[in-house]
């Protein structure tokens, strides 16, 4: 039992005595540029996956610096009426999280779903607009795009391709910041 511990001990030294190196300045200047996301807003939006069979919802997205500003951690909440009574329920949870590749100098951005889907997604700027994007087997291609509007506010559009050339928009919401 005393060898045990002493291994254990031996192992952790190095840890303890070594400083994490900080983050490279061309890491810390890339997320920067996504700083303005952070905060909490509150808005609306809608979803169409089937043309024709539009659902609305109220939606808060809360997003927070962490790791002295290395990741961006994003949490989406969707609520919407549903049923006969019109009783509101969750349509949409969502967690992200967001970093900047050094090496591969591009973003990466992998989301979690309350039912358990996930999915990882290269990001980039288009213009002023965060884009990320990835596929889905028999679906097609997917992007979201996000830009502040002329009023400052978080706009957001959805678009799904399958041949990766006509997009068709199926997701828009409009946040305001409370936070």
């Known amino acids: 039992m005393k060898t045990f511990f002493a291994l254990l001990i031996f192992l952790a030294l190095p ?3 070594s400083a994490q190196s900080p983050p490279a300045s061309g890491q810390m200047a890339e997320m920067k540029k996504l700083h303005f996301l952070v905060g909490q807003w509150n808005g609306t939006g809608w979803n169409e996956f089937v043309p024709g069979q539009r659902g609305t919802a109220t939606i808060t997205e809360t997003v927070q610096s962490k790791l002295d500003g290395t990741v961006l951690l994003l949490e989406g909440l969707g609520k919407a009426k549903v049923g006969a009574q019109g009783k509101e329920a969750v349509v949409h949870h969502a967690l992200g999280v967001i970093a900047y590749d050094q090496q591969a100098k591009l973003y990466r951005l992998r989301s979690y ?23 889905i087997p028999r679906m097609g291609k997917i992007r979201y795009t996000i830009k502040l509007n002329d009023k400052g506010e978080w706009f957001e559009v959805g678009d799904m391709s399958q041949d990766g050339k006509t997009w068709r928009r199926f997701h828009e919401m409009t946040l305001q910041r409370v936070k």
């Open 15 to 17: 840890l303890s005595l």
């Open 113 to 135: 779903l309350a039912d358990g889907r996930s999915v990882d997604a290269e990001a980039k700027f288009v213009g002023e607009a965060f884009e990320w994007g990835f596929e």
